[in-house]
């Protein structure tokens, strides 16, 4: 079992920056996916940017050229730098460790609040 913890949500004038952190604790393998997700009051959650074992890097339209997902596999943390935040940020953030491929799992951490003031 891997429990995933977000950090370093809050709130920010729109022009700023905030940076997340995910941590896991437990065993992950290679081969599998970290990822952002979010998901804004009366919508549905959507990925912001995701990135693989391998280095693999796939981010959401919204997302691109202001936002920059990193891992360090030997540490089981993720991070996510946004830049020039807008109020449709504003969002609950979430991480995300999945693997199709034997052994699956599919975790999300429990997720932290963006709030993006204009």
């Known amino acids: 079992q891997v429990r995933l913890v977000e950090s370093g949500g809050g709130l920010v004038q729109a022009g700023g920056s905030l940076r997340l952190s995910c941590a896991a604790s437990?065993?992950?393998?290679?081969?599998?996916?970290w990822g952002w997700y979010r998901q804004a009051p009366g919508k549905q959650r959507e990925m912001v940017a995701t990135?693989?074992?391998?280095?693999?890097?796939d981010y959401a339209e919204s997302a691109e050229g202001r936002f920059t997902i990193s891992r360090h596999n030997g540490k089981n943390t993720m991070v996510l730098e946004m830049n020039s935040l807008k109020p449709e940020d504003t969002a609950v953030y979430y991480c995300?460790?999945?693997?199709?491929?034997?052994?699956?799992?599919?975790?999300w951490g429990q997720g932290t609040q963006v709030t993006v003031s204009s």
């Open positions: 995300r460790v999945r693997r199709k491929y034997i052994p699956k799992y599919d975790y």
């Open positions: 437990g065993s992950t393998f290679s081969g599998d996916v």
């Open positions: 990135v693989t074992s391998g280095g693999t890097i």
